[in-house]
């Protein structure tokens, strides 16, 4: 499966944005779908995190309440909602699939990645 990420930009701290994730091959719906994010001079981390039919959600304590995954299998998307951002949520957004966990090395399956900066 392919993934392509998108939807990133820059945005003022307290302001929103949606991500997006459009997948291309595979049985999509048979995926669980995650997010992770990246800042400069820092580890890749898990973000957020969503099982195939979508009943099933997990999110990082740093953005839970803030942030919300979903899905459209139906057109082989998945979303992350960003509400409330802050500066620290400065990073690269990647989507990755094909694994399960938090853990960046379980999944073999990635998109390039879109940028979220927050401006203070």
């Known amino acids: 499966v392919q993934l392509q990420a998108s939807g990133g930009g820059l945005v003022q701290a307290g302001g929103s944005l949606r991500l997006s994730c459009l997948a291309f091959?595979?049985?999509?719906?048979?995926?669980?779908v995650t997010w992770f994010r990246q800042a400069p001079g820092k580890e890749r981390e898990f973000v957020a995190a969503i099982s195939g039919g979508g009943g099933v959600t997990y999110s990082a304590t740093s953005v839970k309440g803030r942030f919300t995954i979903s899905r459209d299998n139906a057109n082989n998307t998945v979303y992350l909602q960003m509400n409330d951002l802050k500066f620290e949520d400065t990073a690269v957004y990647y989507c990755a699939a094909g694994g399960r966990g938090n853990r960046a090395s379980e999944y073999p399956y990635w998109g390039p990645g879109t940028l979220v900066t927050v401006s203070s």
């Open positions: 091959g595979g049985t999509f719906s048979s995926y669980i």
